[in-house]
């Protein structure tokens, strides 16, 4: 089956280690697309027309640019126009941020736009002020609905992390191809075993995610 | 002098749209004034203004003698004093029956939480709703719902209690106990005005029969008057639309 060159020498601790940066890249670019994404979000419930005009051109070309292009665009482009090098890490970070703030900001707007006048309307009646409705009424609902959504973007994040292969780090499937590569003679069956575990690995990373968010959306469904 | 409610000469417009135009009235403690009218004339727009949900453009509304509409300075505190219960179910979805009735005494009013919630208690006990306390919103009829509401605004010590069509988007079976909630509060003298299709509930329940036309008072009577023998052609009309219903 091939199974055997993941033990051989080195090969799981270098297909961990590579997880590891996808994971660093993913985590991080998470981070970064929720904290921004919660303010982009925020700012165009404003409805203010130049923010709303921004966000949507911004929305557009993410939907429209394959993270790919993106990412060659960055790490290729950026070099040559400003002449800073930068590392495979950092575009993929840069992208991927770009790209999940895009996603984050989506949602948060979604949510905010999907509570029902009414509940802003009742609160006043009760004599909430502003501050007391959104803290009590409006906020606690919204989380409710991001939380399930914005772990899905997360997964969906992590996954996609695989792009970054593309140009060059050194991420799990890349490091499943130079096994591949390393063992085409003594194993030529080896893609089969390799391309499971990594297979594997993603499950393990992302199964408890998707499993926590279809528990909360459960919870709270309303 | 015991006006609770006085309205002077209230005007309102939607931009261009005027929709009430030079509205008084003036309700008196533990009156109950039903507002009928037709789809359309402004009959919840009028309860909005009283509550300050919406802005006025002339005129004045004023509860005990003090101004509320347009606001100076803290309207939260008139707020509490008027209670409104909407069309749509409004509970915080995310709340359970008795987190949905305390949480504003316990926020706006900074009432004891003890206390608070034996009150709660008692007034749910007193729509047949004990068994729910501990549910969701989500997990109650449209009904029960509506009688929940009903009791989120009681819970407040209003003076004045506002009903926009409490039970137009219920199922006709569920009509009747959210109905018999509001007859009780009559009961207790309690001072409301009450926006309503159910034209037999509005014949039992009110004092005093308001019917609005067009943004305009058009009548101002007695629930026996204006069913029996109104005055004005206007709500003879509007009163054939529901000899089909009843
Ligand atoms: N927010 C708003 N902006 C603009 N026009 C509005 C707004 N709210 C209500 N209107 C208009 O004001 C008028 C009165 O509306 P209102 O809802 O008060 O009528 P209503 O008597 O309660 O009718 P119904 O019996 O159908 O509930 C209508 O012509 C309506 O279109
Ligand atoms: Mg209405």
Known sequence: MGIEVIFKGRNLIRLMEGLLVAMKISLLSVVISIVLGIILGMLMTLKKPGITFISRIYLEIVRIMPQMVLLFIVYFGFAKMTGINLSAEASAVIVFSFWGT???????????????????????ALGFTRLQTYVHVII?????????????????????????????IVEV????????????KSAPNAAFGVFAVIFLLYFLACWPISHFSKYLEKKWEN | MDEILKIE????????????EDISLEVKKGEVVVVVGPSGCGKSTFLRCINGLETIQDGKILLDGETV???????????????????????????????????APLKV???????????AEELLEKVGLSSKKDNYPRQLSGGQKQRVAIVRALIMHPEVLLFDEVTAALDPEMVREVLDVIMELARQNRTMLIVTHEMAFAKAVADRVIFMDGGVIVEDTDPKSFFENPATERAKKFLSTFEYNE
Request: hydrophobic share 40%; glycine share 4%; with cysteine.
């Open chain 1, 173 to 184: 499937l890349k490091v499943g191809q130079q096994i591949i590569e390393a063992n085409r």
């Open chain 2, 9 to 20: 000469h209230l005007n309102k417009k939607f931009d261009d749209l005027t929709v009430l």
């Open chain 1, 102 to 124: 895009a996603e984050m900001a989506d949602l948060v707007r979604g949510c905010m736009a999907s509570i029902p006048k009414i509940q802003y309307e009742s609160s006043t």
């Open chain 2, 109 to 119: 009013q900074k009432r004891n939480k003890v206390e608070v919630r034996k009150e």
């Open chain 1, 140 to 168: 606690p609902q919204i989380i409710r609905r991001l939380i399930p959504l914005s772990i899905n973007l997360i997964t969906r994040m992590i996954k996609t992390t695989s792009l970054v292969m593309m140009i060059g």
């Open chain 2, 69 to 103: 509409n347009p606001p100076l300075g803290n309207i939260k505190n008139y707020r509490e004093k008027i209670g409104m219960v909407f069309q749509s179910y409004d509970l915080f979805p995310h709340k359970t029956i008795i987190e949905n009735l305390m949480l």
